[in-house]
């Protein structure tokens, strides 16, 4: 049973940057060659993918909205799962929640319903 918790979601100011972290734990193996996603959902909006990407790989694909400013990356031992956030903006403002065990190809990454096991979020506040 894997579990996930989040944390470093804060107020910042526009232009400011943020290091999200997610906790893999509760698998027996190291957790690499999965298919993990950060979403987020600002108030009264629907949840939409940020960024995805391949445990233990260098394999990751970023919303439009976030290329060039968002990177996703993972620990060696595949525990953390990191969402490094450059640049903000109020638009980015969100509850954030990783997700794991989705689907990779054809952009299914980017489909929430993919995603089998969810944390709980943390908030990120962007003003100017």
């Known amino acids: 049973q894997v579990t996930l918790a989040e944390s470093g979601g804060a107020a910042v100011q526009a232009g400011g940057s943020l290091t999200l972290s997610c906790v893999v734990s509760?698998?027996?193996?190291?957790?690499?060659?999965?298919?993990m996603g950060w979403f987020r959902q600002a108030q009264g909006k629907e949840r939409g993918a940020a960024a995805g990407?391949?445990?233990?790989?260098?394999?990751?694909s970023y919303a439009d909205s976030v290329q060039g400013r968002f990177t996703v990356s993972s620990n060696s031992a595949k525990t953390m799962w990191y969402l490094q956030m450059n640049s903000l903006q109020e638009e980015d403002t969100g509850m954030y929640c990783c997700?794991?065990?989705?689907?990779w190809g054809g952009g299914y990454w980017q489909r929430s319903g993919e995603f089998r096991v969810w944390g709980q979020g943390t908030q990120v506040t962007v003003s100017s």
């Open positions: 997700a794991a065990e989705g689907s």
């Open positions: 509760g698998y027996v193996y190291t957790y690499s060659g999965h298919c």
């Open positions: 990407g391949v445990s233990g790989s260098s394999t990751a």
